[in-house]
């Protein structure tokens, strides 16, 4: 084989590496998460002592621009202890035909994180009042943070609005603490390093090459 067909070669192997052995790996970045959210709640009744809520969130210190959220869940209280608790799937319940609720972080941008909430709330019946403890699990999203996923605990404080002509309802403050984590996908170079310097290398001898004949 000639020396300028020889480093030919090694550039045409060296230009396809380029394109088909750059591999692909896997690695996640994490989102450190905490945000305190003041809090609207609606109440619709499923059956006795079963709830639907509906939770509106804004908050002006949420990072990453999500500062709204919706949260829905269903709830059964316990007139016995007073204590409420809160899940996404009304089964749980022995109530079939209801659908799984979600709850969605948002901003101005396109980056959304979708989740779930379960937890218990407890009812201080003096002073109109609930504690709610919880988990938020991160199980997807949109933007910067599709394929999200994470644990938030949740704390949170509601007044009972007595004046409520419909639905009752409750204003609160919810403190959400944890973190986050979303896959990325970063490029190896493999091998294609090694085979673009040989093409370099081939590239100037095949010049080399060619100056030599045309000075003959």
């Given amino acids: 084989m000639k020396l300028g067909s020889f480093a030919l070669s090694f550039i045409q192997i060296a230009l396809l ?3 088909l052995n750059v591999a692909k790996a896997d690695a996640e ?5 905490e945000a305190t959210y003041n809090t609207e709640s609606v109440f619709e009744p ?3 002592n079963v709830f639907k809520s509906t939770v509106t969130g804004k908050s002006t210190d949420a990072p990453y621009g999500l500062t709204n959220f919706l949260r829905m869940n269903y709830i059964e209280r316990d007139d016995n202890t007073g204590v409420e608790s ?29 989740a779930s909430t ?13 504690s709610i403890s919880g988990t938020t699990t991160i199980v997807g999203g949109e933007g ?10 949740l704390s949170e404080k509601v007044i009972f609005n007595l004046n409520a ?14 973190s986050f984590t979303v896959p990325q996908k970063v ?7 090694t085979l673009v310097g040989i093409g370099i290398i081939s590239a100037s001898l095949l010049l080399r090459q060619r100056r030599k004949i045309i000075s003959k």
């Fill in 187 to 193: 490029s190896e170079a493999g091998n294609t390093t």
């Fill in 144 to 153: 910067n943070f599709q394929g999200a996923t994470g644990i938030l605990t």
């Fill in 46 to 48: 499923i059956q006795d």
């Fill in 86 to 114: 809160i899940v996404k799937d009304a089964t749980e319940f022995g109530i079939n035909g209801l659908p799984i609720l979600t709850e969605t972080f948002l901003g101005s941008g396109d980056d959304k994180l979708f």
């Fill in 118 to 130: 379960t937890g218990t709330a407890i009812r201080n019946v003096e002073d109109f009042t609930a």
């Fill in 29 to 33: 970045v994490t989102f450190p998460f």
């Fill in 17 to 19: 590496s380029l394109g």
């Fill in 165 to 178: 002509t419909t639905e009752p309802r409750t204003t609160g403050t919810v403190v959400l603490s944890g």
